[in-house]
């Protein structure tokens, strides 16, 4: 009797052995299947469409780490869950990926989508245009007006050092690097056209090739006369006559740090200033301005001309003379048509200011309703039709 009992409690006690096993391993497969389902599910946030519904642009800063961008993610919209944008991201070994920049992300874009952008795309790449014939002032001016630079620039550039044209950067790039990049243009654009000049030119430095080439690039807009305006200006060197090139006295005036805005008066072409080309022998002491690539080219290889004189046309062109007489016509055919364009903007001011006061007195007479509902009548007709 004693033998069944002590069975018995081994019996009892192995079964409940197996039981404790049993529960433990329900357990285990129990904490498995939410892990797992845990992990799908992460898997599938991770992989799903994002929260945005149009396509946005989101910027790296450097030395941004992934918990850093994370956040910024999930409170600019992008995601709704930083932690697993965090830890996703690491799982799939993207977290030491990141490139700083400005990146563009489409609209819906899941989690994955944004790590692999932020990680293997090209940073959105923004421009600087510089016209041909800025001043260094006005080039700086506007790279500080650029938003998406930033810094300083602490020393204006030396005046034709910088070669106009449009610069390429990433938001965040400093001001400086972008005046950087101006001014090695410029150096390898001048050794070029430097080295494949004319011969005989009456240049004997770089640096008079660039001052020569700011004064063409000043004196027109039309690209096809800057060598017959080179050719000029090489021509009066030559035979040691004064340029007496206006763009060069309003340089003295302004120092390149304003517009003048209005016409020359006699006083200021009489005035002796070192940029005053009416007043001096030869080239002014420095550019007058940042020329571009065509007017180097043009003031290294200029056209073969005997012009000695040159005055607008009133197309926006210039008309070229040889003699002095030759160019008196061209400069009274000139007068001429600017008291013509005077005459007829004369006429057509006084004749807006006679219309106007017609209209005022029509109204008060109640012939007419006033303009206001003349406009919005008129507006409607035209809808209708």
């Known amino acids: 009797m004693a033998e069944k009992t002590r069975?018995?409690?081994?019996?009892r006690s192995r079964n409940g052995f197996v039981e404790a096993i049993n529960g433990l391993l329900s357990l285990i497969l129990?904490?498995?299947?939410?892990?797992?389902?845990?992990?799908?599910?992460?898997?599938?946030?991770?992989?799903?469409?994002?929260?945005?519904?149009?396509?946005?642009?989101?910027?790296?800063?450097?030395g941004n780490v992934l918990s850093t961008v994370a956040d910024r993610l999930e409170e600019q919209g992008f995601i709704t869950n930083a932690d697993l944008f965090n830890?996703?991201?690491?799982?799939?070994?993207?977290?030491?990926?990141?490139?700083?920049?400005?990146?563009?992300?489409?609209?819906?874009?899941?989690?994955?989508?944004?790590?692999?952008?932020?990680?293997?795309?090209?940073?959105?790449?923004?421009?600087?245009?510089?016209?041909e014939g800025f001043t260094s002032w006005q080039v700086v001016e506007r790279v500080n007006a650029d938003p998406d630079l930033t810094g300083s620039i602490d020393v204006l550039p030396v005046e034709g050092s910088l070669l106009p044209g449009s610069y390429t950067y990433q938001r965040g790039d400093?001001?400086?690097?972008?005046?950087?990049?101006?001014?090695?243009?410029?150096d390898d654009a001048v050794a070029e056209v430097w080295a494949n000049r004319a011969e005989d030119l009456p240049l004997q430095s770089p640096e008079e090739l660039v001052t020569l080439a700011s004064i063409v690039e000043k004196e027109t807009a039309v690209p096809e006369e800057r060598p017959t305006i080179a050719g000029v200006f090489v021509n009066r060197l030559e035979?040691?006559?004064?340029?007496?090139?206006?763009?060069?006295?309003?340089y003295g005036i302004t120092l390149g740090q304003s517009t003048l805005g209005r016409g020359l008066r006699r006083s200021e072409i009489e005035e002796a200033t070192p940029y005053n080309t009416y007043q001096i022998d030869g080239l002014p002491p420095g550019p007058i301005a940042n020329p571009g690539i065509e007017s180097?080219?043009?003031?290294?290889?200029?056209?073969?001309?005997?012009?000695?004189?040159?005055?607008?046309?009133?197309?926006?062109?210039?008309?070229?003379?040889?003699?002095?007489?030759?160019?008196q016509a061209?400069?009274?055919?000139?007068?001429?048509?600017?008291?013509?364009?005077?005459?007829?903007?004369?006429?057509?001011?006084?004749?807006?200011?006679?219309d106007e006061i017609a209209q005022e007195e029509a109204?008060?007479?109640?012939?007419?309703?006033?303009?206001?509902?003349?406009?919005?009548?008129?507006?409607e007709e035209t809808q209708s039709q």
């Open 296 to 327: 180097l080219r043009a003031a290294a290889n200029p056209e073969e001309t005997e012009a000695l004189y040159f005055v607008a046309d009133g197309t926006g062109g210039h008309v070229f003379a040889n003699s002095y007489a030759e160019h």
């Open 30 to 62: 129990l904490v498995l299947l939410l892990v797992a389902g845990g992990f799908v599910y992460a898997v599938m946030q991770f992989n799903a469409e994002g929260p945005f519904e149009e396509d946005r642009s989101f910027v790296v800063e450097p």
């Open 87 to 131: 830890y996703g991201s690491r799982f799939i070994s993207r977290g030491n990926d990141l490139k700083a920049g400005e990146f563009n992300i489409a609209a819906g874009a899941s989690m994955l989508d944004i790590i692999r952008e932020l990680t293997e795309g090209t940073p959105v790449l923004h421009h600087v245009i510089v016209p």
């Open 239 to 250: 035979i040691g006559m004064r340029l007496q090139s206006d763009p060069t006295i309003i």
């Open 363 to 379: 109204q008060e007479a109640g012939l007419v309703e006033d303009a206001a509902t003349t406009e919005e009548g008129a507006a």
């Open 7 to 11: 069975k018995q409690k081994r019996r």
């Open 174 to 186: 400093s001001r400086q690097s972008v005046i950087d990049a101006m001014q090695l243009a410029m």
């Open 330 to 354: 061209n400069v009274a055919a000139w007068r001429e048509i600017e008291a013509e364009r005077a005459e007829a903007e004369a006429e057509a001011e006084a004749q807006a200011a006679m």
